[in-house]
T-cell receptor, first 111, second 113 residues
Framework: QKEVEQDPGPLSVPEGAIVSLNCTYSNSAFQYFMWYRQYSRKGPELLMYTYSSGNKEDGRFTAQVDKSSKYISLFIRDSQPSDSATYLCAMATNTGNQFYFGTGTSLTVIP | DAGVIQSPRHEVTEMGQEVTLRCKPISGHNSLFWYRQTMMRGLELLIYFNNNVPIDDSGMPEDRFSAKMPNASFSTLKIQPSEPRDSAVYFC???????????FGPGTRLTVT
């Protein structure tokens, strides 16, 4: 079983839609939960991170962590064509000695 | 400020040849990470350094892979001999304070024929 599971998609939505991206994990020691965005032929860039449980909002992006279900989500409101990219979740223990990325979900926002 | 710099951007080589990938981290960053990305396996951490010292190389797939960081501004990942299954995009990333806040380079796309 993989440490982190992520649906690869692809996901295609019309502009303005709300997008929901999800990951599940198995290691209860994970405390840091990150979302990275990767444009085609570029390196990933950190969007946001959450420590432990709860929600975090940054503009149109909201990250949620449910540790009881071992499930994390990224919501994108009012999606834009510029949001078209691959979104990777990542998780780590407190010390970072275990750090894993999901395989990524490809998102296309259609104008 | 320049980001993480990787070279070459593309490398095509024949099976059995030695391949050396290079990385210059962001100035002042004290941690450096090497990753490999494929469609099948996603992004895999190969090795990471802290203050130029290798901390965890458990992700290095085989003895054919080796990495060095002779100083704070330069690191190499070497594959010798290369095999077709090594074909992937190799990323270097660096961080300053928090391991989860990594800045990635543009990657090196390696094709081994």
């Amino acid at each position: 079983q993989k440490e982190v599971e992520q649906d690869p998609g692809p996901l295609s939505v019309p502009e303005g839609a709300i997008v929901s991206l999800n990951c599940t994990y198995s290691n209860s020691a994970f405390q840091y939960f990150m979302w990275y965005r990767q444009y085609s032929r570029k390196g990933p860039e950190l969007l946001m991170y959450t420590y432990s449980s709860g929600n975090k909002e940054d503009g149109r992006f909201t990250a949620q962590v449910d540790k009881s279900s071992k499930y994390i989500s990224l919501f994108i409101r009012d999606s834009q064509p510029s949001d078209s990219a691959t979104y990777l979740c990542a998780m780590a223990t407190n010390t970072g000695n275990q750090f894993y990325f999901g395989t990524g979900t490809s998102l296309t926002v259609i104008p | 400020d320049a980001g993480v710099i990787q070279s070459p951007r593309h490398e095509v080589t024949e099976m059995g040849q030695e391949v050396t990938l290079r990385c210059k981290p962001i100035s002042g960053h004290n941690s450096l990470f090497w990753y490999r990305q494929t469609m099948m396996r996603g992004l895999e951490l190969l090795i990471y350094f802290n203050n130029n010292v290798p901390i965890d190389d458990s992700g290095m797939p085989e003895d054919r892979f080796s990495a060095k960081m002779p100083n704070a501004s330069f690191s190499t990942l070497k594959i010798q001999p290369s095999e077709p299954r090594d074909s992937a995009v190799y990323f270097c990333a660096s961080s300053l304070r928090h391991f989860y806040e990594q800045y990635f380079g543009p990657g090196t796309r390696l094709t081994v024929t």
